[in-house]
T-cell receptor
Framework: DTAVSQTPKYLVTQMGNDKSIKCEQNLGHDTMYWYKQDSKKFLKIMFS???????INETVPNRFSPKSPDKAHLNLHINSLELGDSAVYFC?????????????FGSGTQLSVL | TQLLEQSPQFLSIQEGENLTVYCNSSSVFSSLQWYRQEPGEGPVLLVT?????EVKKLKRLTFQFGDARKDSSLHITAAQPGDTGLYLC??????????FGTGTRLKVLA
C-alpha cells in the first residue's frame, strides 16, 4: 500500500499547454510538499502546505498553482508550460512541519515539455 | 540563504572499497538528514542527526554530524552494488523548509 502516490508517472506535452499532477498520502500527515528535481538531480522545494494551508511558496512562478482539497491531497496545476519546466516533480509529506521529521516521497512525475 | 554542498559529486568504486561523502555548509542547521534515491524513485530517509558531534551507524553506513552543526559525513564500509544510488543530505532551520544538498552519485561496480 503506497504511502505517497502521485500521478501520472510520466507527462509529455507541448509548450503552452496546461497540465496537472495529483498527489495523495495515506499516512495521516499534516504537512505536504512539492519539490522539483532538475537534470543535475538538485532537489528544490516549491511549496509547503500544513493542514491545507499554504505555508511556503518558494518564489515559484504564478503559472504553478497548488491546490489542497483536504490534508491528504496536494495537487499541482501548471499553466502555459515552458521548456524550462521540464524536470521531475516530487510530492512529499511529513507528520509535522519540522525539519528533523522524516519526509516521505512519492515516486515522482517526469515532465517533458516539447 | 542556506546552502548544502556535497562532495564528491560523482563516485565510482569497486565492490569492497570504503568511501566517504561530505555535506558542508557555512550555516548552522538544527538537524541534518541523509537520503538515498534510486532511479525512478523518490528519496528515502536513511538517518537524522540532531546533536553536534553525534555519530549514528546503520549496518555498514556511519553518519556523523559536525560539532558546530554545519557539516556532516557519510562513510560506507565495504561498499556493495546495492549501495549504488544518489545520496542527498538535507537540513533546515527548524520548520517547513528542508534544503537539500547538491547530491553525490555513487556507483559500486561488482
Amino acid at each position: 500500500d503506497t504511502a505517497v502516490s502521485q500521478t501520472p508517472k510520466y507527462l509529455v506535452t507541448q509548450m503552452g499547454n496546461d497540465k496537472s499532477i495529483k498527489c495523495e498520502q495515506n499516512l495521516g500527515h499534516d504537512t505536504m510538499y512539492w519539490y522539483k528535481q532538475d537534470s543535475k538531480k538538485f532537489l528544490k522545494i516549491m511549496f509547503s502546505y500544513n493542514n491545507k494551508e499554504l505555508i511556503i511558496n518558494e518564489t515559484v512562478p504564478n503559472r504553478f498553482s497548488p491546490k489542497s482539497p483536504d490534508k491528504a491531497h496536494l495537487n499541482l496545476h501548471i499553466n502555459s508550460l515552458e521548456l524550462g519546466d521540464s524536470a521531475v516533480y516530487f510530492c512529499a509529506s511529513s507528520q509535522i512541519p519540522a525539519t528533523n521529521e522524516k519526509l516521505f516521497f512519492g515516486s515522482g512525475t517526469q515532465l517533458s515539455v516539447l | 540563504t542556506q546552502l548544502l554542498e556535497q562532495s564528491p559529486q560523482f563516485l565510482s568504486i569497486q565492490e569492497g572499497e570504503n568511501l566517504t561523502v561530505y555535506c558542508n555548509s557555512s550555516s548552522v542547521f538544527s538537524s541534518l538528514q541523509w537520503y538515498r534515491q534510486e532511479p525512478g524513485e523518490g528519496p528515502v530517509l536513511l538517518v537524522t542527526v540532531v546533536t553536534g558531534g553525534e555519530v549514528k551507524k546503520l549496518k555498514r553506513l556511519t553518519f556523523q554530524f559536525g560539532d558546530a552543526r554545519k557539516d556532516s559525513s557519510l562513510h560506507i564500509t565495504a561498499a556493495q552494488p546495492g549501495d549504488t544510488g544518489l545520496y542527498l543530505c538535507a537540513g533546515g532551520p527548524g520548520t517547513y523548509k528542508y534544503i537539500f544538498g547538491t547530491g553525490t552519485r555513487l556507483k559500486v561496480l561488482a
